[in-house]
């Protein structure tokens, strides 16, 4: 813990990978790409995967579980899809000691299995709208991995949906981005840009792709999450079909919607400082540690029992609280550990402040100390939660504000876009103009964000016309 971590300003990708390791979140596996995501790490998971789970049960859908292993010819019956995952895909064509008659792939996704799935549960409109949601695993070959962001495995929810009409999978699909967007800021604290993907960036297989796009401390946009109107592509493909109450045979729609394990990856470049981790209290997995202070078994007793009265109190007004009573660290060394792992409020608590009915509380957020009476402590705890949970959203959304520009010249945009932010420009809306600027700059369009007001103008690059600007940035 004394080793300081390399400055953000200095080398941000290095100073995020020495956080991820260092505050205890995962490490790389033996498995080239793979992680192992160790137990703060995961806590951290499932306080996400907690309040997410409660989103979705709220909106109707109901968790299932579908196999890992996909049948090779489910992902050859929709060829965009297959073709769009093909470079992605791990198979196994080796099982029990001979070769598979047919090779199964390790699930990308689950589009295809879940096709074939509903095709068996829906015969009627009575079926619909059929609304599921899967926590799991999935491989991607990664070629260029990084711990949460980019990993060969991740876990993650994928939702998927079938609806008797277009209009109904089109709501499903702008009502789960909605629960995204509302996840990333009233819980992240992280402000988010909902919009549709480019058709080069959409899903493949889908008919429409959308995102919420977060920026990193660096500037760097992050993919938070997205959620996709699969129309009747995968329906036909895996015949899902239905009986309209008149009595003819309809094809359904179908959503997918999903988030994973790079949210953690998000909060930590989203918010972290030279420090550390900066968790969003309603995230954290511990909102407040206590870090008793004494020297000799006298004093340890008399600490440690004021300690444990006020970690009991503070556990019954809900604050999800942690009593470092190691022995074998010193305090200066616990102080540091928990600042960079993120915990929001620190209690320090000594035998000359309990003397005087006091405790240092320290807060991670601001970088502020204040002593308190012991009696006041809980509800200055509770208040700082929420006053650190506001304080964090609005410090990302001026910095967001601070570093979106909007530009109106290609060569201004390839002279700043090295620097980070996000840019609004106008784009004719071509492939062509697409790759030209993503091989010319490393930048790619994020979305067009849909409340973005009309703005006619012309295209930055081809000064063709255009009808609204797109969020274009260098990504994660």
């Not at 979705?56 to 090779?72: D, Q, R, S």
């Not at 359904?252 to 394990?261: A, D, E, F, L, M």
Request: charged share 25%; with cysteine.
């Amino acid at each position: 813990m004394a080793e300081k971590l390399t400055s953000q300003s200095v080398d941000f990708p290095r100073w995020y990978q020495e956080v991820v390791q260092r505050a205890q979140l995962a490490e790389n596996s033996p498995v080239r790409g793979s992680m192992i995501i160790k137990p703060y790490g995961y806590a951290l998971w499932e306080q996400i995967q907690s309040v997410l789970d409660g989103m979705f049960k709220e909106t109707g859908h109901v968790n299932a579980y579908f196999p890992l292993l996909i049948p090779e010819s489910f992902l050859r019956k929709e060829a965009e899809h297959v073709e769009g995952f093909a470079p992605e895909l791990a198979v196994v064509t080796h099982a029990g000691g001979k070769q598979l008659e047919e090779p199964y792939v390790i699930r990308p996704t689950s589009e295809t299995i879940i096709g074939d799935t509903f095709s068996r549960w829906i015969q009627s409109y009575r079926d619909l709208p059929l609304l599921i949601n899967q926590w799991a695993n999935v491989m991607r070959w990664e070629m260029r991995p990084r711990l949460f962001l980019r990993t060969t495995e991740f876990l993650w929810q994928e939702g998927h949906t079938a609806h008797a009409t277009a209009e109904e999978a089109y709501e499903e699909t702008i009502r789960m981005l909605g629960i995204y967007a509302k996840f990333a800021e009233e819980y992240m604290a992280l402000p988010v840009i909902q919009g549709a993907k480019t058709e080069r960036e959409k899903f493949a297989g889908a008919v429409k792709s959308y995102s919420i796009e977060a920026m990193m401390g660096d500037g760097k946009a992050l993919q938070a999450g997205t959620s996709h109107d699969l129309g009747q592509n995968f329906s036909k493909a895996f015949d899902v079909k239905y009986q309209t109450s008149e009595g003819k045979e309809e094809y359904v729609w179908g959503t997918s919607w999903g988030v994973s394990t790079r949210l953690i990856g998000g909060l930590v470049m989203g918010h972290g400082d030279d420090q550390g981790l900066v968790l969003p209290p309603r995230l954290a997995p511990i909102q407040t540690v206590i870090v008793p202070i004494y020297k000799g078994d006298e004093q340890r007793s008399t600490v440690l029992e004021a300690c444990g009265k006020m970690e009991a109190a503070l556990r019954d007004s809900g604050a999800r609280t942690h009593l470092d009573d190691r022995d074998q660290f010193r305090p200066g060394y616990k102080f540091n550990e928990w600042e960079l792992k993120g915990v929001p409020v620190r209690i320090e608590v000594g035998p000359r402040d309990l003397e005087k009915g006091e405790v240092v509380l320290a807060f991670r957020h601001s970088g502020e100390k204040k002593s308190l009476p012991v009696e006041a402590v809980t509800a200055e705890v509770m208040s700082v939660l929420e006053e650190a949970q506001k304080g964090l959203f609005e410090k990302a959304l001026a910095q967001r504000e601070e570093r979106t520009y909007t530009v109106d010249s290609y060569d201004e945009f390839k002279e700043r876009v090295d620097g980070g932010g996000f840019f609004l420009c106008h784009w004719d809306g071509t492939t062509e103009t697409e790759e030209k600027i993503q091989n010319e700059t490393k930048a790619t369009i994020r979305n067009l964000p849909l409340e973005a007001p009309d703005d006619p103008g012309q295209c930055m690059v081809t000064g063709n016309p255009s009808a609204h600007r797109v969020i274009i940035s260098k990504a994660y």
